[in-house]
């Protein structure tokens, strides 16, 4: 039996009254990517803040390399061998991707040395770990997975022998997922330990050796990842059984209801990101946009939604659309029947200083329900808040919390139940998974084949290509601001949408 | 040759009245690229002017007087670090806070120790920093262009002025070659990566306002003992105010600054010089020139230097969080 690379030993920590994590005891083998999967909130994030020095637990052992070791803080991680990525990569913007690696590694008081040292090693880290970098890149030149690896980098320099990666494919594209776990593969063979954190499944699957699973704060099991499937660990994750498949009856489409013809949108900063595109979404169907991310989809959702100018024509039920000026507005689309479910949660769906009432109003805030004279009626707006709290099974259940204290799945519980329950003709959505959990996927996804069914038009537009083969009744795919194609799911398979969403044209595009 | 002579003595005061400015400013780029946003620069001035005149009222020595001043400074400076670092306040009310402390206490204390209606008593040889005459100053001054250039314009000035004006290269090495330097500048940009790097936040920040205190208190000194003689109410007159004009201006790089301060430090001169400038009947009265650096002021902190960005998580007290 090797000695354990990581053992902890029986860690509780509280915040208040919320235990976060309660006498979790869980032991890492050398060389091997240990997983630690659980939904948003389950204490995962936590329990690793503890592991990098960042809280301190209230109770139990941490024991590195089979020696009993304090971790005050984060010196004192490094110091044991320790290393993490965090989900917000922690990076100076505006500092090359040398003198991020350097700070706080430097060797003496003048910079010139250290950064030189540093430049001469980081050849060598490249060399043995494939982790190709532009050393004199400014950190917001380069690519958010680029950035990624810097953080790795950071790692290795300070020679990290643990390495912790906190939900690290959040923001990546697939393809730089992929890429990130052969750089793990490689990592592990070289003998480094690798503790992954992650909601998804599938990430599991892939890249570990063990798995553990949290649930409430707990450690609800650890298993060899070749001895279990999706299903059981989602079951673990969740508490009960969970439908990794959307369950949905074949789509009746019914009239259109959206038309776009030769829509085209220039952004701010004069550069065109559509480029004349054509689609019809019908009645009774879910029309689903794949791509990588930044090929003109959020900018498509964006002037369908009121929030920003384009030229050509849309037509909502057969009446054109106002797509500048005066009627293009987010109110007016909405009165033109278009609900709409932003892409970044935080930042348009929803204000996260205020409260769930508060933010069930926005958009509808001039809704006669919600009025009494020239008042709000707070009393009616939270009321109604109550009952869509109840049926979207919002949690907690309590109207009065502002919205960043809610988990990432119920902050979309409640931008969805705002949207859905005005009975749209049209319903936007924008990924609206990310950062979701399980259990809060599911419910999201049965909602809208719910609306769907009633013969409403639905326009989802997803990075997640799964989320699009399990929701989509046809698959629209966008590059470069055009529509490369369009597919069924049932006729088409990752590979083919891929090489689309790539830039290759199949024949019928 | 007699509009040049002009030209060199508005240069030269220019120099004079630049230099309070930069050692403001530099105090402010310290303390803003780690990310603490000082707007009580004014008040820290104010008080340092008042401490280190009394003191060296009192003692005779201009130099126990600048200690006087600098500490303080510093002890202004340590209760804004202690309410917006270690008590993660609001910055800029800790800034307004100090600016009245400043203005109130020193005119009081002033009254109480020296009964001269707030002010200090004027103060004399020993007790003002005397001018540095460079070496062959006076035999060179006859030599055209530059004679006069050497002798009034760079020889003459008090010790504090080289100080200021030698601070800037020092503090663009500091910043841009130094190990204290890098830290300094993340910590203003992102202090979550310094943390998680294993190095203290809040021991910057505290080190950056300290900085900011010391030159702060040079700077307040210098007005009440080197250009002036003595303290005398609200004798900062918004220079603090202005320091922060030029920070913004400069966009926080230490080169930038001192030409910034320089433009100022030439209005202020301008203003001095030609109290009445007659344009072809057209009087511009004295009152507009003394506004004329406040109104640049307004007009560069209202936007008019384009795009400048400040230190990302300025103003901002850090939390750790995960």
């Not at chain 1, 699009?468 to 194609?485: E, N």
């Not at chain 2, 402010?28 to 401490?51: H, N, Q, T, V």
């Not at chain 2, 400069?250 to 400038?277: D, E, S, T, Y």
């Amino acid at each position: 039996m090797t000695v354990p690379a990581i053992e902890l030993k029986g860690i509780s920590k509280a915040f208040g009254p919320v235990q976060a994590n309660k006498d979790i005891s869980i032991s890492v083998a050398p060389g091997t990517i240990h997983g630690i999967i659980g939904e948003n909130g389950a204490g995962k994030s936590t329990l690793m803040s503890i592991l990098y020095g960042f809280y301190k637990a209230d109770k139990g052992e941490i024991w590195i390399n089979g020696k009993k070791t304090d971790i005050p803080d984060s010196q004192a991680a490094i110091a044991a061998g320790i290393g993490m990525v965090f989900q917000h990569f922690k990076l100076v913007e505006n500092f090359t991707v040398l003198e991020n690696i350097v700070l706080g590694a430097e060797d003496g008081g003048l910079l010139a040395p250290s950064l030189a040292k540093a430049r001469k090693e980081l050849k060598d880290l490249e060399q043995e770990y494939e982790l190709f970098v532009d050393p004199d890149k400014r950190i917001d030149e380069i690519g958010v997975g680029m950035q990624q690896r810097v953080e790795i980098l950071k790692a290795l320099y300070r020679k990290a022998e643990i390495l912790i990666l906190d939900e690290p494919t959040g923001v990546l594209t697939p393809a730089e997922a992929d890429q990130l776990f052969r750089i793990l593969d490689r990592l592990r063979a070289e003998g480094k330990t690798i503790i992954l954190i992650t909601h998804k499944l599938r990430e599991i699957m892939e890249a570990t050796d063990t798995v553990s699973v949290m649930r409430r704060g707990q450690m609800t099991a650890t298993v060899k990842t070749a001895e279990t499937n999706p299903e059981e660990l989602a079951e673990l994750m969740v508490g009960r059984k969970v439908l990794l498949r959307v369950d949905k009856v074949p789509a009746k489409p019914g009239k259109p209801i959206l038309e776009i013809e030769n829509l085209r949108v220039t952004d701010s900063s004069g550069v065109e990101r559509v480029k004349g595109i054509d689609l019809t979404v019908r009645a009774g169907e879910i029309v689903g946009i794949a791509g990588v991310a930044g090929n003109g989809q959020s900018e498509l959702l964006e002037v369908l939604g009121g929030m920003r100018p384009g030229s050509g024509t849309i037509r909502m039920n057969g009446v054109p659309l106002a797509l500048s000026g005066p009627g293009s507005d987010g109110q007016a689309r909405r009165a033109q029947g278009i609900a709409h479910v932003p892409e970044d949660r935080q930042r348009e769906g929803l204000i996260m200083d205020f409260h769930a009432w508060e933010n069930v109003a926005f958009g509808y805030h001039r809704d006669p329900a919600y009025q009494r004279g020239i008042f709000m009626d707070n009393a009616a707006l939270r009321a109604d808040t109550e009952r869509k709290i109840e049926k979207f099974d919002v949690r907690p259940p309590n109207g009065w919390l502002s919205a960043k204290n809610f988990s990432g799945g119920n902050q979309q519980k409640i931008v969805v139940a705002r949207e859905i329950e005005r009975n749209p003709d049209l319903l936007l959505v924008g990924q609206p998974t990310r950062g979701v959990d399980i259990g809060a996927i599911e419910f999201i996804h049965k909602q809208i084949v719910a609306l769907r069914d009633q013969g409403k038009a639905i326009l989802l537009v997803s990075v997640e290509l799964e989320e699009i083969f399990s929701l989509s009744d046809r698959i629209a795919v966008m590059f470069d601001g055009h529509i490369m194609g369009e597919r069924l799911p049932h006729e088409t398979d990752e590979k083919e949408l891929g090489l689309l969403m790539a830039g290759v044209a199949g024949e019928a595009a | 040759m007699d509009s040049f002579l002009t030209l060199i003595q508005v240069l030269d005061s220019t120099v004079r009245l630049a230099t309070p400015l930069l050692l403001a400013c530099l105090a402010g780029l310290y303390s803003e690229r780690a990310g603490i946003f000082d707007i009580g620069l004014e008040g820290k001035m104010l008080m340092a002017a008042f401490f280190s005149a009394a003191v060296a009222a009192v003692t005779g020595s201009v130099w126990l007087g600048l200690l006087a001043g600098i500490a303080a400074s510093l002890v202004l400076s340590a209760l804004h670090g202690l309410a917006s670092i270690t008590f993660r306040g609001n910055q800029l009310i800790s800034g307004v806070a100090i600016n009245f402390l400043a203005a109130g206490l020193t005119v009081l204390i002033a009254q109480d120790w020296f009964q001269q209606g707030g002010r200090t008593p004027s103060l004399f040889a020993g007790g003002r920093f005397e001018p540095i005459t460079f070496p062959f100053a006076e035999t060179l001054s006859g030599v055209p262009i530059i004679g006069p250039i050497y002798s009034e314009l760079l020889s003459g000035h008090s010790i504090l002025v080289y100080v200021a004006f030698l601070m800037v290269p020092a503090t663009w090495w500091v910043l841009f070659r130094t190990r204290f330097g890098l830290r300094l500048r993340a910590v203003g940009e992102n202090p979550a990566a310094v943390d998680t790097a294993g190095v203290s936040v809040v021991g910057l920040r505290y080190a950056a306002v300290a900085i900011c205190g010391v030159l702060c208190g040079i700077a307040g000194a210098y007005l009440a003992t080197g250009l002036q003689a003595g303290f005398v109410k609200d004798m900062t007159a918004g220079r603090g105010f202005i320091a922060l004009a030029a920070l913004i201006f400069a966009k926080w790089r230490p080169w930038h600054a001192m030409w910034a301060c320089l433009l100022f430090g030439l209005l202020q001169a301008v203003a001095l010089r030609f109290q009445n400038i007659d344009l072809g009947g057209i009087v511009i009265p004295v009152q507009a020139m003394d506004a004329l650096p406040y109104i640049l002021t307004v007009v560069i902190l209202a936007g008019f230097v384009g795009k400048a960005i400040p230190p990302k998580a300025g103003g901002e007290p850090y939390i750790k969080e995960r």
